[in-house]
Nanobody
Framework: QVQLVESGGGLVQAGGSLRLSCTAS????????MGWFRQAPGKEREFVAL????????SSGNSVLGRFTISRDNAKNTVYLQMNNLMPEDTGVYYC???????????????WGQGTQVTVSS
């Protein structure tokens, strides 16, 4: 079992940037595909980005394509989400997740962090 902890969330004005981090413990991060998801109040959880084990293949949700970038540093057991040109509709709780396949389906990930709040003001 792996434990995941997100950090880096906060309040930012529209057009600004944030960098989220997710650090793993209990297992080596390199054995997992890693994903980012987000959820706004009253909304279903939404796929944001995905990265494979060695970091040479990624996928992003349509709503963040071209603005968000997922990356990983396996030596630091950390995955990142660089968020640029943030918009108010990006507001929500952002979760990192670990799994064993390249998928955008949240129910196919095995381990989840507690989430970090991102709020984008107009």
């Amino acid at each position: 079992q792996v434990q995941l902890v997100e950090s880096g969330g906060g309040l930012v004005q529209a057009g600004g940037s944030l960098r989220l981090s997710c650090t793993a413990s209990g297992r080596t991060l390199s054995m997992y595909y890693m994903g980012w998801f987000r959820q706004a109040p009253g909304k279903e959880r939404e796929f944001v980005a995905l990265i494979n084990r060695n970091g040479d293949n990624t996928s992003s949700g349509n709503s963040v394509l071209g603005r968000f970038t997922i990356s990983r540093d396996n030596a630091k057991n950390t995955v990142y989400l660089q968020m640029n040109n943030l918009m108010p509709e990006d507001t929500g709780v952002y979760y990192c997740a670990a799994g064993f396949r390249f998928t955008a389906r949240d129910n196919e990930f095995d381990y989840w962090g507690q989430g970090t709040q991102v709020t984008v003001s107009s």
